[in-house]
T-cell receptor, first 116, second 109 residues
Framework: GAVVSQHPSRVICKSGTSVKIECRSLDFQATTMFWYRQFPKQSLMLMATSNEGSKATYEQGVEKDKFLINHASLTLSTLTVTSAHPEDSSFYIC????????????FGPGTRLTVT | KNEVEQSPQNLTAQEGEFITINCSYSVGISALHWLQQHPGGGIVSLFMLSSGKKKHGRLIATINIQEKHSSLHITASHPRDSAVYICAVNQGGSEKLVFGKGTKLTVNP
């Protein structure tokens, strides 16, 4: 099956710094990538949808200036959490779809962000 | 009311038991997904279906479009099946997923 990787798997940063999370599709071209966050014991919450070469579409309530998403190639999307605060501590997961008419999404292993 | 409802929320079983997790949704969908999330957090896609039934090993997923209902069955459950099982749907023609709250399954040896 299709493989999606995320890096880093865990990151601890200080309040006020920025953190970049990478999401890569390893064996297919991902025309669309999705970024989710998940708080403990809660379901996934979609943050934004990104299509290669265009601006990301953010869900209501998600600050686009705080969560910068770049989808510069068909195999890589990045999420940058700018000026991180402790309340940004969460589990961030990406998924990717090949956009070939299938609704299949392939999920990355997630990144656990802790802001101190 | 969540658009995707799962039941039960929590389920504890003994090894070897037959498990059923249910998912109901309220709007028309293009596809329904069953996902598995282990304690480490990673998510694995188990099934995507839009009609009928699919089987993979000890896992079976069914969907009834008219009744807007899907079930995930696990036969001969094993402790390694312990995980959170999430139902998610593509509403209409959207690529975006709408998630249920998940069912936490614990299988005891």
């Amino acid at each position: 099956g299709a493989v999606v990787s995320q890096h880093p798997s865990r990151v601890i940063c200080k309040s006020g710094t920025s953190v970049k999370i990478e999401c890569r599709s390893l064996d297919f071209q991902a025309t669309t990538m999705f970024w989710y966050r998940q708080f403990p014991k809660q379901s996934l919450m979609l943050m934004a949808t990104s299509n290669e070469g265009s601006k990301a579409t953010y869900e209501q309530g998600v600050e686009k200036d705080k969560f910068l998403i770049n989808h510069a190639s068909l195999t890589l999307s990045t999420l940058t959490v700018t000026s991180a605060h402790p309340e940004d501590s969460s589990f961030y997961i990406c998924s990717a779809s090949s956009g070939t008419g299938s609704y299949e999404q392939y999920f990355g292993p997630g990144t656990r962000l802790t802001v101190t | 009311k969540n658009e995707v409802e799962q039941s039960p929320q929590n389920l504890t079983a003994q090894e070897g038991e037959f498990i059923t997790i249910n998912c109901s949704y309220s709007v028309g969908i293009s596809a329904l997904h069953w996902l598995q999330q282990h304690p480490g957090g990673g998510i694995v896609s188990l099934f995507m279906l839009s009609s009928g039934k699919k089987k993979h090993g000890r896992l079976i997923a069914t969907i009834n479009i008219q009744e807007k209902h899907s079930s995930l069955h696990i036969t001969a459950s094993h402790p390694r099946d312990s995980a959170v099982y999430i139902c998610a749907v593509n509403q209409g023609g959207s690529e975006k997923l709408v998630f249920g709250k998940g069912t936490k399954l614990t299988v005891n040896p």
